[in-house]
């Protein structure tokens, strides 16, 4: 079987961006690696901790290196638009992590672009390679379901990590920047289906109280072109120590030949402990307590990586190299995620429904 051979920039060496970093240099099929970052010596660190031929702060010389053949841009959320387009440009495959951009505005910048170069492109919704996710993504396509009617769904975490997210983009609130994971997941169990409203409502005080204008909790009503509704909200100001590594969640599905439920809370899953449990995205903080698969990209098992970031860049990655079916969010895909995430925020400001 022939493989072709694969140069990989990945932009932004912070924990996304490492990970699939990481992950890219045990691929078969990648033959170059390059990382960037602006704080120059977290692309070094990154660059030893998974042998890239190189590592740089210049995100653009990179993108345009002759042996880079596909980029893998994983910076803060309002740093996405200048490397994709440039890759785009050059006519180069991209993996964006999620959300597309921050604004609709340069979502259809990057739309017009890829349709204009004809470049691949997609964006990673990693929680669609949850394995619970992708089974009922199969029961909903076998039929088991029927026409589905209703969605009802909640993820909740710690205010410690919102205030990490925060502090790297304070345009990425626990709706657009988390919530999106399962707006992405009710569009496609209703593929094909138009979102057409949004109603939403929240309300908080820890974030307030930190100095970040953002919701604690906020919760919305999608209705589709259907008549399907949709029902997510979503909780990010649990105590710092409560047992989540990454988001709790719980999905349940019903349509008029089943229903579904999914339950990700992963407390099946408790460690307690007098050696400390760290948080891999909170620096400084160890647990006692911990639900240990609740990391939402995945967790380190002997020296791998597993979990759904581990899957989606792999499967991107063969993709790439060997054409293996790609079932990653498309440009449009996001856009329509982040146009009901912004309309979210939106309804919820001005206590109005939006009509997308």
Same mark, same amino acid.
């Given at each position: 079987?022939?493989?072709?051979?694969?140069?990989?920039?990945?932009?932004?060496?912070?924990?996304?961006?490492?990970?699939?970093?990481?992950?890219?240099?045990?691929?078969?099929?990648? &033959?170059?690696?390059?990382?960037?970052?602006?704080?120059?010596?977290?692309?070094?660190?990154?660059?030893?901790?998974?042998?890239?031929?190189?590592?740089?702060?210049?995100?653009?010389?990179?993108?345009?290196?002759?042996?880079?053949?596909?980029?893998?841009?994983?910076?803060?959320?309002?740093?996405?638009?200048?490397?994709? @387009?440039?890759?785009?440009?050059?006519? &180069?495959?991209?993996?964006?992590?999620?959300?597309?951009?921050?604004?609709?505005?340069?979502?259809?910048?990057?739309?017009?672009?890829?349709?204009?170069?004809?470049?691949?492109?997609?964006?990673?919704?990693?929680?669609?390679?949850?394995?619970?996710?992708?089974?009922? &993504?199969?029961?909903?396509?076998?039929?088991?379901?029927?026409?589905?009617?209703?969605?009802?769904?909640?993820?909740?975490?710690?205010?410690?990590?919102?205030?990490?997210?925060?502090?790297?983009?304070?345009?990425?609130? =626990?709706?657009?920047?988390?919530?999106?994971?399962?707006?992405?997941?009710?569009?496609?169990?209703?593929?094909?289906?138009?979102?057409?409203?949004?109603?939403?409502?929240?309300?908080?005080?820890?974030?307030?109280?930190?100095?970040?204008?953002?919701?604690?909790?906020?919760?919305?009503?999608?209705?589709?072109?259907?008549?399907?509704?949709?029902?997510?909200?979503?909780?990010?100001?649990?105590?710092?120590?409560?047992?989540?590594?990454? @988001?709790?969640?719980?999905?349940?599905?019903?349509?008029?030949?089943?229903?579904?439920?999914?339950?990700?809370?992963?407390?099946?899953?408790?460690?307690?402990?007098?050696?400390?449990? =760290?948080?891999?995205?909170?620096?400084?903080?160890?647990?006692?307590?911990?639900?240990?698969?609740?990391?939402?990209?995945?967790?380190?098992?002997?020296?791998?990586?597993?979990?759904?970031?581990?899957?989606?860049?792999?499967?991107?990655?063969?993709?790439?190299?060997?054409?293996?079916?790609? =079932?990653?969010?498309?440009?449009?895909?996001?856009?329509?995620?982040?146009?009901?995430?912004?309309? @979210?925020?939106?309804?919820?400001?001005?206590?109005?429904?939006?009509?997308?």
């Amino acid at each position: 079987m022939i493989a072709k051979e694969l140069g990989i920039a990945v932009i932004g060496s912070g924990r996304i961006g490492s990970l699939r970093a990481i992950l890219s240099s045990g691929h078969p099929a990648v &033959k170059f690696l390059g990382v960037s970052d602006k704080e120059i010596n977290y692309a070094k660190k990154l660059s030893e901790k998974c042998n890239a031929n190189l590592y740089t702060d210049n995100n653009s010389d990179l993108i345009s290196h002759p042996d880079v053949n596909a980029v893998i841009v994983s910076t803060s959320e309002h740093e996405h638009l200048a490397s994709v @387009m440039q890759a785009l440009e050059l006519g &180069k495959p991209v993996l964006v992590e999620k959300p597309i951009a921050l604004t609709l505005s340069d979502a259809d910048k990057i739309i017009s672009k890829v349709k204009e170069t004809g470049t691949l492109m997609r964006v990673g919704y990693a929680q669609r390679f949850k394995r619970r996710y992708l089974s009922g &993504k199969d029961q909903v396509i076998s039929g088991r379901i029927g026409d589905i009617l209703a969605l009802n769904g909640r993820a909740c975490n710690t205010r410690a990590q919102g205030i990490e997210i925060l502090k790297r983009s304070v345009h990425a609130t =626990p709706v657009v920047d988390v919530l999106t994971y399962w707006v992405d997941v009710a569009c496609w169990y209703l593929e094909g289906i138009k979102p057409v409203e949004v109603t939403a409502r929240g309300t908080g005080s820890v974030f307030r109280d930190a100095g970040y204008d953002v919701n604690d909790t906020t919760w919305a009503l999608i209705t589709f072109e259907n008549g399907a509704v949709v029902n997510l909200g979503v909780f990010f100001a649990l105590p710092e120590h409560s047992p989540q590594l990454g @988001m709790g969640v719980r999905i349940e599905v019903f349509g008029n030949e089943g229903s579904l439920i999914l339950n990700d809370d992963h407390t099946d899953e408790l460690l307690i402990t007098n050696k400390g449990i =760290p948080h891999a995205y909170i620096p400084n903080l160890d647990f006692k307590t911990a639900f240990l698969s609740s990391s939402t990209p995945g967790n380190w098992h002997l020296g791998d990586y597993w979990g759904p970031v581990a899957d989606e860049t792999r499967v991107w990655l063969d993709h790439l190299s060997k054409g293996r079916a790609c =079932p990653m969010a498309t440009v449009e895909d996001a856009r329509k995620t982040l146009e009901i995430t912004l309309a @979210m925020e939106e309804s919820a400001k001005n206590y109005t429904t939006i009509r997308l």
